[in-house]
Structure formats: C-alpha cells, structure tokens
C-alpha cells in the first residue's frame, strides 16, 4: 500500500515536472520567435542603413565634384577679371597721354 503511495506521489511529481518542463520549452520557443523576429528586423534597418550611406557618400562625391568644378571656375574669372582690368587701366591711361599733347 505504501509502495503504491510512493510510485503515486512520484508520478505525479514526474507528471508536473514535465508540464513544467513543457511550459518552459514553450516559453523558449516564444522567444525564440521573438528574438528571430528582432534580428529579421534589425538586419532590414542595418542594410537600409548602408543604402543610405552609400547614397549619401555618392552625393558627397558629386557634391565635392561641383565645388571643384565651380573653385576652378572661380578661379578662371578671377583670373580673367584681373587681365581685363588691367587692359582697362592700360587703356584708361593711353588715353590720358593721348588727351594731354
């Protein structure tokens, strides 16, 4: 009789144990979904973070392409503003001598 309380009371035991032990491989597996679910996500916000990066370093470099451009420009008209003034200058005082005879 006593036997049967002890195998009773163990299977029981064993019984709960492995309702517990189910419980936790669910609760494992819901976290398992989860956690996949945050790295899916992550991994979308990474890549899309690269696309803009790379974006933004191809508008850097066209962007540094134009200043270029528009420096050497400046520099061009600079450039070509002081030779006309100083044909004007010329001018100007060609005519002076040219006016005082």
Same mark, same amino acid.
């Given at each position: 009789? +006593?036997?049967?309380?002890? $195998?009773? !009371?163990?299977?029981?035991?064993?019984?709960?144990?492995?309702?517990?032990?189910?419980? @936790?491989?669910?609760?494992? @597996?819901?976290?398992?979904? !989860?956690?996949? $679910?945050?790295?899916?996500?992550?991994?979308?916000?990474? @890549?899309?973070? +690269?696309?803009?990066?790379?974006?933004?370093?191809?508008?850097?470099?066209?962007?540094? !392409?134009? =200043?270029?451009?528009? =420096?050497?420009?400046? +520099?061009?008209?600079? $450039? $070509?503003?002081?030779? =006309?003034?100083?044909? =004007?200058?010329?001018?100007?005082?060609? !005519?002076?001598?040219?006016?005082?005879?």
């Amino acid at each position: 009789m +006593e036997l049967q309380r002890d $195998s009773s !009371r163990q299977i029981n035991d064993l019984k709960f144990k492995l309702v517990k032990a189910e419980q @936790e491989v669910t609760a494992l @597996e819901q976290n398992v979904t !989860r956690l996949e $679910s945050h790295v899916t996500r992550y991994k979308s916000a990474a @890549e899309n973070a +690269e696309k803009v990066e790379d974006e933004l370093k191809a508008e850097k470099r066209k962007l540094q !392409r134009e =200043l270029r451009t528009a =420096l050497d420009k400046i +520099e061009e008209l600079e $450039s $070509s503003n002081s030779h =006309l003034n100083k044909r =004007l200058e010329k001018m100007k005082s060609s !005519r002076g001598m040219a006016q005082t005879p």
